[in-house]
C-alpha cells in the first residue's frame, strides 16, 4: 500500500485531502471506511507512515487534515484557505452563479453576483484560478471550485450551500492510468526515496489484490434496518419511524452523531407527550413491545442521512436518499393499511370521517391527541351524580375516590414548587443560550438601495421612507447629524466588505433637507389628527403643557394634550422647542398662540394649559390646571 502511494501522484493542479487518497486506494484493500484505511497504513501513526509515502516536501497539515501536493500544483497553500474563506464569505453570490452556470438557472440581480465572482477570480488569476489570456473568468472560477470539491477542500453543501440533490457533482481528481487492476497490492512498481521524494517506476505497473471499478468512492457502511422497524405492525413503531424520517429538516445543522441524538430524542418525547400512543422507546417503568432502543433509531436515522461525523471522522452515504424514499414508501403503504382496516365494513360517513381524520398532511402520531382533562372530569362527576342518586356502588365511585387521593398522593411526592420553577428557570435559561449562540449561518437578504430614481428628474434622490429611517437612528442611537454620512459608508463597507459607490453617498445637507421635510409632515399629520377629532367630538379640548428648557439654548417646549380616538385615552403630541426669543410669560403666551392657530385649534376648543411654576403666567387668560401637573411637560423636555 505504502509503495501505491508513492507511484501515483493525483494529475492535479491543486491541493488533495487526505479522505481523497481514501476514496481511491481503500477498495484496492477493503476498507470501507476512512477508519479502515487509516488502519491499514498504521495502527497508529498513520498520519507519519503517509507522508514518508507520498513525500514530506509535498505534504501540509492544516487544523488536523492533511494535504497532498499535486504533480501540478505550484501555488503557496496559504494562498488556498484564503480563496477558500473568500468563498464561504461570499457563498451566496457563489452559489448563485454556480447554478447559474451549470443548470442554467437565472437569478435576481445576477449582475450583482457575476460582479462579486469577478473580483474574486481577479484577486486569485494569477495562481488559484489561473486565467489565460482572453478566457471568461466567471467559468474558469466555477471549475477551480468543483476541481477543489473533488479535491475534499471544499465542500460543495456545508461551504458554499449546494445539496446534492441539486444534481451539481465535482470533478473528481484524475489518477495515472498506469496501475493494473489484478494482482496482489504488495507488488511493488516503484519505491519512495530516502529524502521522502516521490519517484515513479519505469518497469511494470504495481498490481491489486483484486479488481476496481472505475470512478470507484470510498463510502461508510451503512447501517442495516434495525429489527424492530422491519415489521410495521405496530402503530408506535410506525409512528416512531415516520417522525424520523420526518425529522431530516430540523437536524441538518447536526454534524456530529451525539448531538443529533440528543436533539431527536427531544422530539421524540414533544411529541409523544400529546399522544396517547404508547412511548415507543424503554423508560425507567416500562419497555414497550419491539424493544426498539436508541441506538435502533440512530441507526435508522444515520442509514438515510448522507453525511455525518462521527468519532472525528466523516461518514459519507451515497444511498441515503434512494434509502429514506424506499422506507417513506413502506411507511406510506403501512398508514394506508390501518386506515384501510378502520373503514373495512364502515357506512360512507365514517369512511369519510376516517378518512379526513388520518390525513397524510398530519404525521401518524398527530392523529392520536390526547383528550382534554377538564372535559373528561366534567363527564366523571356527571356519572358520579347519576350513581348517587341510584344509590349504586360502582367503579365510577370508586375511580372518583381515587383520584382524589391521587392528588394527595401527588402534592406529597412530587418535587416542590421551588424546585420545579428552578428547573423551569434552567430550561429557558438553556433555549435562551441556544438562541444567543446558533451554529448555522441564516440565509442574509441582499442590499437594499437607499436611494431611488425620482419620477420627476430621473435622479437618484432619498426617499422620506429611509429619510425616516435615518431619523430613528439619529434618534435612539445619539448620533448627530454630521455624522450620518460617514455612518452610512462604514456601515455599507461593513456588511459588504467593498468600498460604498459615490452615487450612493448622503451628504449633511440632503439629511437636513429631509428633516425639515419630515417634521413639516408631522405637523401637518397632527393638525389632520385634530381636525377630525373636533369633527367627531366638537366639544374636544386640546390643552397645552408647556416648559423652558436650556439644551444647546434657551428653548421653549410646547406639547399638547388631547383625546387619543384610536386608543381610546388621552394622549401628548409634541409640537416644537423652538429658540425662544426672550425668556418671558408674555413671550411664550405667544408663542403657543401661533403653534395652536398653526395646527387650526379653534379658540372654542382651548381647553388651556399648565406649564412649570415660573411661568404660569402665561396661562392668565385661559383656564388652568393644578400647579402640580406642570411635571407632565418636565416629563416631555427632551420629547425628540
Given amino acids: 500500500?505504502?509503495?501505491?502511494?508513492?507511484?501515483?501522484?493525483?494529475?492535479?493542479?491543486?491541493?488533495?485531502?487526505?479522505?481523497?487518497?481514501?476514496?481511491?486506494?481503500?477498495?484496492?484493500?477493503?476498507?470501507?471506511?476512512?477508519?479502515?484505511?487509516?488502519?491499514?497504513?498504521?495502527?497508529?501513526?498513520?498520519?507519519?507512515?503517509?507522508?514518508?509515502?507520498?513525500?514530506?516536501?509535498?505534504?501540509?497539515?492544516?487544523?488536523?487534515?492533511?494535504?497532498?501536493?499535486?504533480?501540478?500544483?505550484?501555488?503557496?497553500?496559504?494562498?488556498?484557505?484564503?480563496?477558500?474563506?473568500?468563498?464561504?464569505?461570499?457563498?451566496?453570490?457563489?452559489?448563485?452563479?454556480?447554478?447559474?452556470q451549470k443548470k442554467k438557472k437565472g437569478a435576481n440581480d445576477l449582475q450583482r453576483?457575476?460582479?462579486?465572482?469577478?473580483?474574486?477570480?481577479?484577486?486569485?488569476?494569477?495562481?488559484?484560478?489561473?486565467?489565460?489570456?482572453?478566457?471568461?473568468?466567471?467559468?474558469?472560477?466555477?471549475?477551480?471550485?468543483?476541481?477543489?470539491?473533488?479535491?475534499?477542500?471544499?465542500?460543495?453543501?456545508?461551504?458554499?450551500?449546494?445539496?446534492?440533490?441539486?444534481?451539481i457533482s465535482p470533478i473528481e481528481v484524475s489518477w495515472p492510468k498506469n496501475l493494473s487492476k489484478e494482482g496482489s497490492c504488495n507488488g511493488a512498481a516503484g519505491h519512495a526515496s530516502p529524502q521522502g521524494k516521490r519517484t515513479r517506476s519505469s518497469t511494470t505497473p504495481m498490481s491489486l489484490s483484486g479488481p476496481l471499478e472505475d470512478n470507484s468512492k470510498l463510502t461508510y457502511a451503512a447501517p442495516e434496518l434495525p429489527e424492530a422497524f422491519r415489521t410495521l405492525n405496530d402503530l408506535s413503531i410506525l409512528a416512531l419511524m415516520e417522525l424520523v424520517l420526518h425529522s431530516h429538516g430540523d437536524l441538518r445543522g447536526c454534524g456530529d452523531n451525539e448531538e443529533a441524538a440528543s436533539k431527536l430524542l427531544k422530539i421524540i418525547k414533544e411529541k409523544w407527550s400529546t399522544s396517547t400512543l404508547v412511548f415507543p422507546?424503554?423508560?425507567?417503568?416500562?419497555?414497550?413491545?419491539?424493544?426498539?432502543?436508541?441506538?435502533?433509531?440512530?441507526?435508522?436515522?444515520?442509514?438515510?442521512?448522507?453525511?455525518?461525523?462521527?468519532?472525528?471522522?466523516?461518514?459519507?452515504?451515497?444511498?441515503?436518499?434512494?434509502?429514506?424514499?424506499?422506507?417513506?414508501?413502506?411507511?406510506?403503504?403501512?398508514?394506508?393499511?390501518?386506515?384501510?382496516?378502520?373503514?373495512?365494513?364502515?357506512?360512507?360517513?365514517?369512511?369519510?370521517?376516517?378518512?379526513?381524520?388520518?390525513?397524510?398532511?398530519?404525521?401518524?402520531?398527530?392523529?392520536?391527541?390526547?383528550?382534554?382533562?377538564?372535559s373528561m372530569a366534567m363527564e366523571l362527576e356527571e356519572e358520579e351524580q347519576q350513581e348517587e342518586q341510584e344509590g349504586e356502588v360502582s367503579t365510577r365511585f370508586f375511580l372518583s375516590w381515587l383520584r382524589s387521593r391521587q392528588a394527595k398522593w401527588r402534592k406529597k411526592y412530587q418535587k416542590p414548587d421551588e424546585e420545579r420553577e428552578k428547573q423551569a428557570i434552567e430550561e429557558k435559561r438553556k433555549k435562551r443560550e441556544e438562541e444567543r449562540a446558533p451554529t448555522e449561518l441564516p440565509d442574509l437578504h441582499p442590499i437594499v438601495p437607499w436611494k431611488v430614481i425620482h419620477g420627476l428628474n430621473k435622479q437618484l434622490y432619498l426617499p422620506d421612507e429611509k429619510a425616516a429611517q435615518i431619523r430613528h437612528m439619529m434618534v435612539e442611537c445619539k448620533i448627530a447629524e454630521r455624522n450620518i454620512p460617514a455612518l452610512i459608508g462604514m456601515a455599507y463597507a461593513f456588511f459588504t466588505d467593498m468600498p460604498m459607490p459615490p452615487a450612493m453617498a448622503v451628504s449633511q445637507e440632503v439629511i437636513s433637507m429631509s428633516m425639515q421635510r419630515l417634521d413639516e409632515r408631522d405637523c401637518k399629520d397632527v393638525a389632520e389628527y385634530i381636525a377630525r377629532l373636533i369633527q367627531t367630538h366638537p366639544h374636544a379640548l386640546i390643552t397645552v403643557l408647556t416648559d423652558d428648557t436650556n439644551f444647546k439654548d434657551d428653548r421653549h417646549q410646547i406639547n399638547i394634550a388631547m383625546w387619543n380616538m384610536e386608543v381610546c385615552r388621552p394622549g401628548y403630541w409634541f409640537v416644537s422647542a423652538r429658540n425662544a426669543t426672550m425668556k418671558l410669560s408674555s413671550s411664550n403666551a405667544t408663542d403657543n398662540q401661533i403653534a395652536l392657530a398653526s395646527l387650526g385649534v379653534p379658540p372654542k376648543n382651548d381647553g388651556g394649559g399648565t406649564g412649570d411654576r415660573p411661568g404660569l403666567v402665561e396661562f392668565g387668560s385661559k383656564p388652568k390646571i393644578p400647579d402640580e401637573w406642570h411635571t407632565h411637560a418636565l416629563h416631555h423636555k427632551h420629547f425628540r
Avoid at 481511491?24 to 491499514?40: D, I, L, N, W, Y
Fill in 1 to 100: 500500500m505504502l509503495t501505491a502511494l508513492s507511484n501515483e501522484v493525483p494529475n492535479s493542479r491543486h491541493f488533495i485531502k487526505f479522505e481523497t487518497y481514501a476514496n481511491h486506494f481503500g477498495p484496492m484493500v477493503g476498507a470501507r471506511t476512512v477508519a479502515e484505511f487509516k488502519q491499514s497504513i498504521s495502527s497508529k501513526k498513520w498520519k507519519t507512515r503517509f507522508k514518508e509515502a507520498v513525500g514530506e516536501s509535498g505534504c501540509l497539515e492544516h487544523s488536523d487534515a492533511v494535504f497532498v501536493r499535486g504533480s501540478e500544483c505550484t501555488y503557496d497553500p496559504q494562498r488556498l484557505f484564503l480563496f477558500k474563506n473568500q468563498v464561504k464569505r461570499d457563498k451566496y453570490s457563489i452559489s448563485t452563479i454556480i447554478r447559474w
Fill in 113 to 167: 453576483h457575476v460582479n462579486i465572482a469577478s473580483e474574486i477570480s481577479e484577486k486569485f488569476s494569477c495562481d488559484i484560478v489561473d486565467i489565460r489570456k482572453r478566457q471568461n473568468s466567471i467559468p474558469k472560477l466555477v471549475d477551480t471550485i468543483l476541481e477543489l470539491a473533488g479535491a475534499r477542500v471544499i465542500d460543495l453543501e456545508i461551504d458554499i450551500g449546494i445539496s446534492e440533490q441539486e444534481g
Fill in 281 to 374: 422507546l424503554p423508560t425507567k417503568y416500562s419497555r414497550p413491545k419491539g424493544h426498539v432502543t436508541m441506538p435502533d433509531v440512530m441507526s435508522l436515522f444515520n442509514m438515510t442521512r448522507r453525511r455525518y461525523v462521527h468519532g472525528g471522522v466523516t461518514m459519507d452515504n451515497t444511498n441515503a436518499e434512494r434509502k429514506k424514499k424506499h422506507l417513506e414508501a413502506q411507511v406510506d403503504a403501512a398508514r394506508e393499511k390501518h386506515r384501510a382496516d378502520l373503514a373495512k365494513n364502515q357506512q360512507p360517513q365514517v369512511v369519510l370521517a376516517i378518512n379526513m381524520h388520518f390525513s397524510s398532511r398530519k404525521l401518524l402520531v398527530e392523529c392520536f391527541p390526547q383528550l382534554p382533562a377538564v
